[in-house]
């Protein structure tokens, strides 16, 4: 990232004043490297400057919903399901979780008795364990949103398969490409606490900043990111469901597979495509699903180029060491199919259980289970809002593309955990 001089820190106050609504953030230092996220961030695209511009008056930001305060203190007999299901299976999705939390505060204590239980059950405790323990030193919280339902949307999202080279060539042209070293990202939470998780990026052109290249741009003979290339695929349509999905196996012509994550994103946001092809006539809803969409690429080449330029998000790639037994979340560990959701940290600390009630994908079959919020997406929005990780190739793909189901939420706190908004009140 490049460093702000103090002429640019002067030009940038106007960005942000004109992206804000006359809201003046300051500007800090670049974030350290990004983690990756289920799918593409969606994050305010940046405004570029009027000549002769000053910096407005610095006021204050609206006042929003405050983190954690949808979470409603609940009782363990209130979530539905929980008695069902086999606790053990999420077992070891919480263990990953601890090996991160452990090092907070307030998560210490539940992971180290987590790593007790271990060693007492010679790393298999059973349901009825599991269920003792968490009862033990947990809270249980139901989520809602802010209208106060608490019933929400539960997609899914999967780790697709992807066939590629470390050589461009006419059968792989199509590149991944690494983070670029231009880009600048400005965090605004360092003054107002309430645009925490809020963003914007861009590029220095002189002394100002403006919007980073967008997907047209970018995908172009003479793209302004060469030299960043570090993998090639052969399907240009399976690059761009990588770049939604956030992640992927990439089998290399001598047999090699390699797991790539989401490492960053260009800031513009993001306009789904099928909803396009709808409102063109070109596909009915139910067909603009992530299959119809491949299906309808492949029967109108000509048109693809323009479609997929519809949408100027842009996701920027990393390769991830070898032998991982799963992509990386947001919480940077490796995420388990069918225990793993991606969540809105504002509203669900990233890392927590939680139990999920929903329905299998297309079905009115009950799905309930303990999960693990160890991922994050841009379009993962709201207090009652997950993204069920499927696992990885066709099988799960096809569930993730089906699944848009209602569902409830609880979250598991440890007991010192104390959720905003819920200082004064008694726990249950």
Same mark, same amino acid.
């Given at each position: 990232?490049?460093?702000?001089?103090?002429?640019?820190?002067?030009?940038?106050?106007?960005?942000?004043?004109?992206?804000?609504?006359?809201?003046?953030?300051?500007?800090?230092?670049?974030?350290?490297?990004?983690?990756?996220?289920?799918?593409?961030?969606?994050?305010?695209?940046?405004?570029?400057?009027?000549?002769?511009?000053?910096?407005?008056?610095?006021?204050?930001?609206?006042?929003?919903?405050?983190?954690?305060?949808?979470?409603?203190?609940?009782?363990?007999?209130?979530?539905?399901?929980?008695?069902?299901?086999?606790?053990?299976?999420?077992?070891?999705?919480?263990?990953?979780?601890?090996?991160?939390?452990?090092?907070?505060?307030?998560?210490?204590?539940?992971?180290?008795?987590?790593?007790?239980?271990?060693?007492?059950?010679?790393?298999?405790?059973?349901?009825?364990?599991?269920?003792?323990?968490?009862?033990?030193?947990?809270?249980?919280?139901?989520?809602?949103?802010?209208?106060?339902?608490?019933?929400?949307?539960?997609?899914?999202?999967?780790?697709?398969?992807?066939?590629?080279?470390?050589?461009?060539?006419?059968?792989?042209?199509?590149?991944?490409?690494?983070?670029?070293?231009?880009?600048?990202?400005?965090?605004?939470?360092?003054?107002?606490?309430?645009?925490?998780?809020?963003?914007?990026?861009?590029?220095?052109?002189?002394?100002?900043?403006?919007?980073?290249?967008?997907?047209?741009?970018?995908?172009?003979?003479?793209?302004?990111?060469?030299?960043?290339?570090?993998?090639?695929?052969?399907?240009?349509?399976?690059?761009?469901?990588?770049?939604?999905?956030?992640?992927?196996?990439?089998?290399?012509?001598?047999?090699?597979?390699?797991?790539?994550?989401?490492?960053?994103?260009?800031?513009?946001?993001?306009?789904?495509?099928?909803?396009?092809?709808?409102?063109?006539?070109?596909?009915?809803? #139910?067909? @603009?699903?992530? %299959?119809?969409? &491949?299906? =309808?690429?492949?029967?109108?080449?000509?048109?693809?180029?323009?479609? $997929?330029?519809?949408?100027?998000?842009?996701?920027?790639?990393?390769?991830?060491?070898?032998?991982?037994?799963?992509?990386?979340?947001?919480?940077?560990?490796?995420?388990?199919?069918?225990?793993?959701?991606?969540?809105?940290?504002?509203?669900?600390?990233?890392?927590?259980?939680?139990?999920?009630?929903?329905?299998?994908?297309?079905?009115?079959?009950?799905?309930?289970?303990?999960?693990?919020?160890?991922?994050?997406?841009?379009?993962?929005?709201?207090?009652?809002?997950?993204?069920?990780?499927?696992?990885?190739?066709?099988?799960?793909?096809?569930? #993730?593309? @089906?699944?848009? %189901?209602?569902? &409830?939420? =609880?979250?598991?706190?440890?007991?010192?955990?104390?959720?905003?908004? $819920?200082?004064?009140?008694?726990?249950?």
């Amino acid at each position: 990232m490049k460093k702000l001089t103090q002429l640019t820190l002067l030009t940038l106050f106007t960005v942000l004043a004109a992206g804000c609504a006359n809201k003046h953030i300051k500007p800090v230092a670049p974030p350290s490297p990004p983690k990756p996220q289920c799918e593409c961030a969606m994050d305010k695209t940046p405004i570029q400057i009027p000549e002769g511009a000053k910096p407005a008056e610095i006021k204050p930001p609206e006042a929003k919903v405050a983190e954690y305060s949808l979470l409603k203190p609940a009782q363990w007999d209130e979530v539905d399901g929980l008695q069902l299901d086999d606790l053990s299976q999420a077992w070891p999705a919480w263990m990953q979780s601890c090996s991160t939390l452990v090092n907070k505060p307030v998560w210490k204590n539940v992971c180290k008795a987590a790593t007790q239980l271990n060693e007492q059950t010679a790393q298999k405790p059973n349901s009825d364990a599991i269920q003792a323990y968490f009862r033990q030193y947990f809270s249980v919280y139901k989520t809602t949103n802010v209208d106060g339902s608490d019933s929400g949307m539960i997609t899914g999202y999967y780790e697709p398969l992807l066939k590629g080279s470390r050589t461009k060539s006419a059968q792989y042209p199509n590149p991944l490409y690494a983070a670029p070293s231009d880009m600048i990202t400005v965090e605004l939470d360092s003054i107002f606490p309430e645009l925490k998780f809020k963003r914007v990026r861009g590029r220095l052109v002189g002394n100002k900043l403006v919007p980073y290249y967008n997907r047209g741009e970018i995908e172009t003979d003479a793209s302004p990111l060469k030299g960043r290339e570090f993998i090639y695929i052969d399907d240009i349509i399976d690059v761009f469901f990588l770049q939604i999905q956030g992640s992927g196996l990439v089998q290399l012509e001598g047999g090699e597979q390699v797991h790539v994550g989401y490492a960053d994103q260009n800031g513009h946001p993001y306009n789904s495509i099928g909803r396009l092809l709808v409102e063109r006539g070109e596909l009915t809803l #139910a067909q @603009a699903s992530m %299959q119809g969409i &491949k299906n =309808w690429a492949r029967n109108n080449l000509t048109k693809l180029r323009g479609l $997929l330029n519809s949408n100027p998000s842009y996701v920027f790639f990393r390769e991830l060491p070898a032998g991982l037994p799963g992509p990386l979340g947001a919480l940077g560990v490796p995420i388990q199919g069918e225990r793993s959701v991606a969540v809105d940290p504002k509203f669900i600390p990233l890392g927590a259980p939680i139990f999920l009630s929903t329905t299998e994908p297309n079905s009115t079959k009950p799905l309930k289970r303990m999960m693990l919020a160890q991922d994050t997406g841009g379009a993962i929005k709201g207090g009652v809002r997950a993204d069920f990780f499927w696992g990885a190739g066709p099988d799960a793909g096809a569930r #993730a593309g @089906a699944m848009k %189901q209602n569902g &409830k939420i =609880w979250v598991f706190l440890p007991k010192e955990f104390v959720p905003n908004g $819920l200082q004064n009140q008694a726990r249950r």
